[in-house]
């Protein structure tokens, strides 16, 4: 199994940039897939992908096995709980972890409030 624990959320005002950090241990000597989806009040969860609008970046730190969002200039919208799934795979599907979100190791998640 993955297990994944996510950091870096809390309150922010619009505009402000934010870090958050997924740490992956566990069984990692095969292909996993690691991602970042959030999950906002009343909608379906979504994949993060590598930006939003140009806004957030996705980067990682291998050797520490540490997978980060940066979030710049936040928008109230980007309120929601955040988080990072895995699966073993020898593809890294961006919406593998929302259509089967069953077969995905999840994190607790990190929230994520965006004030104007």
């Known amino acids: 199994e993955v297990r994944l624990v996510e950091s870096g959320g809390g309150s922010a005002q619009a505009g402000d940039s934010l870090r958050l950090s997924c740490v992956a241990s566990?069984?990692?000597?095969?292909?996993?897939?690691v991602r970042w989806f959030r999950q906002a009040p009343g909608k379906e969860r979504e994949a993060v992908g590598d930006?939003?609008?140009?806004?957030f970046t996705i980067s990682e730190d291998k050797a520490k096995n540490i997978l980060y969002l940066q979030m710049d200039n936040v928008k109230p919208e980007d309120t929601a709980m955040y988080y990072c799934?895995?699966?073993?795979?020898?593809?890294?599907?961006?919406?593998?972890?929302?259509?089967?979100?069953?077969?995905?190791?999840w994190g607790q998640g990190t929230q994520v409030t965006v004030s104007s």
């Open positions: 799934a895995a699966y073993y795979g020898n593809y890294c599907e961006r919406d593998y972890c929302v259509v089967t979100p069953r077969r995905c190791y």
């Open positions: 930006s939003v609008k140009g806004r």
């Open positions: 566990g069984y990692l000597h095969e292909n996993v897939c």
